[in-house]
């Protein structure tokens, strides 16, 4: 089966500009994650969805991040305005349901803020 | 609050070394622990957790309540064991793991 997908690869914007995300999950999965990696550290959840309702979105800056996932397949992350800390991948992966930790990674996007 | 200490970044052995990834955990409820794995150019995928007692791809990990740690082990490393392992922990049924820093793996030929 294919994997989840995620475009750009890479991006590169300077300070105070917007950039999107956008994700594709494996087939069938309703439960769909973005993880934010700065380098140097683990992956940290920014927010969950279930279908196209959030679960979890604790750990997201709403003040620059937002995140959709309208008809409950494709997702697009949001950063509006960029800061140089916002550096960092960009990780989207998903999972038949919540209740489990056999989450599917895909290849995450690279953000540079300069 | 609950926390993963990988206190390794990278870990360097020859080829049919044993090899110890260590990982020490806090958290006062009953965890669940796992390691995940990212090889060069590939994605983060699940390597193996504590409740599956597995040895997959030569390696183990036994969870010790005691000492909080969930040390990932493999006794003769291979060159393609070369990745970046990451511990983490799971709890209270969020279904959310989080992540230690990571240790890179170098095994040398």
């Known amino acids: 089966e294919a994997g989840v997908a995620q475009s750009p690869r890479y991006k590169i914007i300077e300070k105070r500009q917007s950039v999107a995300f956008w994700c594709n999950p494996i087939s069938g999965h309703a439960t769909l994650y973005w993880y934010q990696q700065i380098l140097g550290q683990g992956p940290k959840l920014l927010i969950q969805?279930?279908?196209?309702?959030?679960?979890?979105d604790s750990q997201l800056p709403k003040d620059r991040f937002s995140a959709e996932r309208l008809k409950g397949v494709d997702s697009t992350l949001k950063i509006q305005p960029a800061k140089l800390e916002d550096s960092a991948v960009y990780l989207c992966a998903s999972s038949q349901g919540p209740h489990t930790y056999e989450q599917y990674f895909g290849p995450g996007t690279r953000l540079t803020v300069t | 609050a609950q926390r993963v200490t990988q206190p390794e970044k990278l870990l360097s052995v020859f080829k049919g070394a044993p090899v110890e990834l260590k990982c020490n955990y806090s958290?006062?409820?009953?965890?669940?622990l796992f390691w995940y794995v990212q090889y060069s150019r590939q994605r983060l995928q699940l390597l193996l957790r504590?409740?599956s007692r597995e040895s997959i791809k030569g390696f183990t990990a036994d969870l010790n309540k005691g000492e909080t740690s969930f040390h990932l082990k493999k006794p003769f490393a291979q060159e393609e064991d070369s990745a970046m392992y990451y511990c983490?922990?799971?709890?209270?049924?969020?279904?959310?793991?989080?992540f230690g820093r990571g240790t890179s793996l170098i095994v040398h030929p």
């Open positions: 969805f279930q279908n196209n309702g959030v679960v979890d």
């Open positions: 983490a922990l799971g709890s209270g049924g969020s279904y959310i793991p989080t």
């Open positions: 958290y006062s409820g009953s965890p669940e």
């Open positions: 504590h409740i």
